[in-house]
């Protein structure tokens, strides 16, 4: 297999952040300055790139942290695009008024407005600029049409002088995506082998065919993983219970790590810390437990046993 183009940047460690914590949520109450800054000093340790999904109140202070505290983090940061259809493929089956629709485009716009603004703003620490985030794959609950992601790439590369990409799942990208794909700098994939009831013992090789999958499509573009990862719990809704566990999750990212690392592939590991505002109100639900980090900021098995140490 020949080796993958990459980005024009030093290979490193890279990690999505999400910093919400309990109590708080995306539109209700975010993190704090002060929080924030203890995040970013813990996830120094051992991660160059991060990854933010939206331009909103929570970005803005991560931005805000890494400026004044001076951290060396680079970041890719996206804006989060919203319904423009109904998307009856959705298995929990979110369903928009033609005016809430309607309005979405219009929210949406305001939203490549403003990561437009903060990548001009920050200069220095934003390296990439994503113009959505599973907006495209068949079972998303805010599907945008493709020729809408083209058209916000294309305002994206107008406005900013950052690299712009979309973060989606591996399999759009295969098809769907192709006319994206010609518009974008590089490619951003997104794999779990978990969700897709492979056993662990399998995962590596899984994600490494959904990549190299991708990359064989278009071998000109850099193709990059935005999120990989493995969860820890599980109520059975989706991913069988027997095959998470911060075990598990161990092997998947000293194997990912490994050959990622190996192949010089920079890929946004999933992710920092639980968020237990996601999914359901049942507290097994797998969206909230995919963190290399507990929501206390208290280190699961991956990060206390080989790459974090409390005495740092």
């Not at 910093?19 to 975010?30: A, D, H, L, T």
């Not at 305001?110 to 994503?130: R, T, V």
């Not at 068949?138 to 973060?167: E, L, R």
């Not at 492979?198 to 573009?221: G, S």
Request: aromatic share 14%; charged share 25%.
């Amino acid at each position: 297999m020949s080796k993958p183009k990459t980005l024009n940047i030093p290979f490193a460690n890279a990690i999505c952040y999400s910093g919400f914590r309990e109590g708080q949520s995306p539109g209700g109450i975010y993190p704090s300055y002060d929080e924030v800054k203890e995040d970013l000093l813990i996830l120094q340790k051992n991660w160059k790139y991060l990854r933010l999904y939206d331009c909103d109140k929570h970005s803005e202070t991560v931005l805000n942290v890494i400026e004044k505290e001076h951290l060396d983090f680079k970041v890719m940061l996206g804006a989060y695009i919203v319904a423009e259809m109904n998307n009856f493929g959705c298995p929990w089956g979110v369903t928009y008024s033609e005016e809430q629709l309607e309005n979405n485009k219009t929210t949406n716009i305001k939203q490549i407005e403003k990561l437009i603004k903060l990548a001009n703003q920050y200069p220095d620490i934003i390296f990439s600029l994503s113009a959505g985030n599973e907006a495209c794959v068949d079972w998303t609950d805010h599907y945008v049409p493709v020729k809408s992601v083209i058209n916000y790439v294309k305002m994206i590369k107008k406005g900013a002088k950052q690299p712009v990409t979309f973060c989606e799942n591996y399999v759009p990208w295969l098809d769907k995506l192709k006319a994206l794909a010609h518009e974008v700098n590089f490619i951003s994939i997104h794999t779990y082998p978990v969700w897709e009831y492979k056993h662990i013992h399998d995962a590596l090789e899984y994600t490494k065919d959904n990549f190299y999958a991708v990359q064989k499509k278009y071998p000109n573009k850099p193709v990059l993983i935005t999120e990989a990862g493995w969860a820890t719990n599980s109520n059975g809704r989706g991913i069988h219970p027997s095959n998470v566990s911060e075990e598990n999750q161990e092997v998947y990212y000293n194997d990912l790590m490994e050959w990622t690392t190996q192949e010089q592939i920079l890929t946004f590991v999933f992710e920092a810390f639980d968020e237990p505002w996601k999914g359901s109100p049942e507290p097994l639900e797998p969206e909230k437990h995919w963190g290399l980090f507990k929501v206390d900021r208290t280190p699961k098995l991956v990060m206390s046993k080989k790459y974090y140490s409390l005495k740092q």
